[in-house]
C-alpha cells in the first residue's frame, strides 16, 4: 500500500513576457508554488497554485502555509488512491480554496503516475483535445488587438475572454476595435467586479450590439440586486466567476439567479470538486466554461486535463493559452497548443516533467 509521506510546498517567481492585467488587478511576475505530495513509493504528484490575494484573499505565504502545515497534517499516511478520503481530509481544512486545489491536483497526478494512466482518462477520458481560449489583458485598445491578431496568428485561436471593467468608454473602444480586426472571432468579456451598475449597464448594453456571447462578473459579487436586473436585461449570460468559487458558492449564485454561466478552475477545485460544480452545472442545464487564472504550464494541463475529460466542457472552448504569456516555466514542455487546440498531455498523470534546473533556479526558499 502506497502511502502520503509528505506534503512539500516550494514558492517560486518566474517573469512574465506579457503582464497580465485586469479590472482586480495586475500580476507582475508569477510569484506561484510548486505542490508536491510525496509517497513512500518514490513517486511524486505535483501541481502549481497561482495566489490570487483580491479574489480568495491568499498570498504566496498563505499557501505554502496552509499547504506544508495544515494540509501535510491533513494527509501524511493516507493512501493517494482514495481520493474522496484525501478530498474529506482537506474539506477539514476551510477556506484556502488555491491551496487545496493544488492539493488536490498533486494528488490526482500522483494517482494517474501510480496507474500509469494520464488525468483526462481517469476523470472520463471524452476527447483528446479542446479548443483554446486566450484571454486579452487591459491596454490600450491598439495593444489589446494587437495581443489578440498574434495570438489568432501564431496559435490559430478564434476565442478571446476580453478584459472590461474601465471606464465604458474605453472598454467599448476596445472590444470593438478587436472584433473589427477579427471580426469572425467568438468573443466574451471579464469586468472582474470593475464596474459600477451604471457603468456595467452603458457599457454591457453596446456590448452585446458587438455580439459579445457573454459578461463575466460586471459588478461587486455582493450587490446581488444590481446583478439580477443586469442578468435580467442583456440577452446573453451574465458568467459567474469571483461569485462561484465553490460547490456551495455556486449552488448559492445559481439560486440567486443572475449567474446562467459558470466559470469552473480546476486552480481553486482541483479536480474532486470542480466535477461536483460541473455536475450540478448540468443537473440545472447551466452552462460552464473552463477557466484559467493566469496558471502555469502545470495548471494549464490540469485545465485542458478536465475540460477534455466530459462531454459537457470538451466541445466548447476553455482558457488554455495564457500559461505562454510567462518568459519561462518550471516544465520541460507545456501542453501542445495547434490551430487553436491544446492536447492532452500523454503521459501518466498531468503528464508534464518539472526542469529540476529550472526549479532551482526560479524557487525562493533557498
Ligand atoms: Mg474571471
Given at each position: ?116 494512466v494520464p488525468c483526462h482518462r481517469l476523470l472520463g477520458g471524452f476527447a483528446d483535445d479542446v ?236
Amino acid at each position: 500500500m502506497v502511502r502520503i509521506t509528505l506534503v512539500e510546498a516550494i514558492p517560486f517567481a518566474v517573469p512574465y513576457r506579457h503582464q497580465p492585467r485586469f479590472a482586480s488587478g495586475t500580476v507582475s511576475r508569477a510569484d506561484n508554488v510548486l505542490v508536491r505530495v510525496h509517497t513512500d513509493f518514490g513517486l511524486v504528484g505535483q501541481a502549481e497554485a497561482q495566489p490570487r490575494p483580491y479574489t480568495y484573499g491568499e498570498t504566496q505565504a498563505s499557501i505554502v502555509d496552509t499547504v506544508g502545515g495544515a494540509l501535510n497534517d491533513a494527509l501524511v499516511g493516507v493512501e493517494p488512491v482514495r481520493s474522496e478520503l484525501v478530498a474529506a481530509r482537506c474539506a477539514s481544512v476551510t477556506g484556502n480554496y488555491v491551496a487545496r486545489g493544488a492539493v488536490d491536483l498533486a494528488v490526482w497526478d500522483l494517482i494517474g503516475k501510480l496507474l500509469g494512466v494520464p488525468c483526462h482518462r481517469l476523470l472520463g477520458g471524452f476527447a483528446d483535445d479542446v479548443a483554446a481560449a486566450h484571454m486579452v489583458s487591459l491596454g490600450e485598445p491598439e495593444e489589446m488587438v494587437a495581443e489578440a491578431v498574434g495570438v489568432s496568428e501564431r496559435l490559430g485561436v478564434k476565442t478571446f475572454k476580453v478584459k472590461v471593467g474601465r471606464t465604458p468608454a474605453l472598454d467599448v473602444a476596445a472590444v470593438r476595435a478587436v472584433r473589427e480586426a477579427l471580426p469572425h472571432a467568438d468573443l466574451y468579456v471579464d469586468a472582474n467586479r470593475g464596474w459600477s451598475y451604471e457603468d456595467a449597464v452603458r457599457a454591457g448594453d453596446e456590448l452585446v450590439e458587438f455580439g459579445v456571447r457573454a459578461i463575466e462578473e460586471p459588478i461587486s459579487v455582493d450587490d446581488r440586486a444590481g446583478r439580477l436586473r443586469l442578468a435580467e436585461r442583456w440577452a446573453v449570460p451574465l458568467a459567474g466567476d469571483e461569485s462561484c468559487i465553490s460547490l456551495a458558492h455556486v449552488d448559492r449564485a445559481l439560486d440567486e439567479g443572475a449567474v446562467r454561466a459558470v466559470s469552473i478552475k480546476t486552480a481553486r477545485t482541483g479536480f474532486t470538486e470542480s466535477r461536483r460544480i460541473l455536475d450540478l452545472c448540468l443537473a440545472r442545464n447551466v452552462a460552464v466554461v473552463v477557466g484559467s487564472q493566469y496558471e502555469g504550464a502545470l495548471g494549464a494541463a490540469a485545465t485542458v486535463s478536465f475540460a477534455a475529460a466530459f462531454a459537457a466542457t470538451a466541445g466548447q472552448p476553455a482558457e488554455l493559452t495564457n500559461y505562454l504569456d510567462l518568459a519561462d516555466d518550471l516544465v520541460v514542455a507545456g501542453p501542445e497548443i495547434r490551430a487553436g487546440r491544446a492536447v492532452v498531455p500523454t503521459l501518466p498523470g498531468l503528464g508534464l516533467v518539472v526542469d529540476e534546473d529550472r526549479l532551482d533556479h526560479y524557487r525562493l526558499d533557498r
